[in-house]
């Protein structure tokens, strides 16, 4: 069993940035995909960037230009960059692989 502990939230004004960071207690080497979603207050969770073993990525479209995911496979960590930060990325943020689920970390922006 892995465990995903996301780290890294936390209170930005819009245009900022931060750095959220998903370290798995075990190797991430056998988890094909790795993922990141997020939950807004009233909305259902939805996937905001995904990456390969082999480092191929995918992103919604309201992310994409802004968010950059990528993962250390020796550190057992996967990244998401995330600039130009808006009030409507506003969300608790989830990484996810392999059906195992972090317990999210907040990340607000402010106007």
């Known amino acids: 069993q892995v465990q995903l502990l996301e780290s890294g939230g936390g209170l930005v004004q819009a245009g900022g940035s931060l750095r959220l960071s998903c370290t798995a207690s075990?190797?991430?080497?056998?988890?094909?995909?790795m993922g990141w979603h997020r939950q807004a207050p009233g909305k259902q969770r939805e996937l905001v960037a995904t990456?390969?073993?082999?480092?191929?990525?995918n992103y919604a479209d309201s992310v994409k230009g802004r968010f950059t995911i990528s993962r250390d496979n020796g550190k057992r960590t996967v990244y998401l960059q995330m600039n130009s930060l808006k009030p409507e990325d506003t969300a608790v943020y989830y990484c996810e692989g392999a059906g195992y689920w972090g317990q999210g970390t907040q990340v607000t922006v402010s106007s």
């Open positions: 075990g190797s991430i080497l056998t988890i094909g995909v």
């Open positions: 990456i390969t073993r082999f480092g191929n990525t």
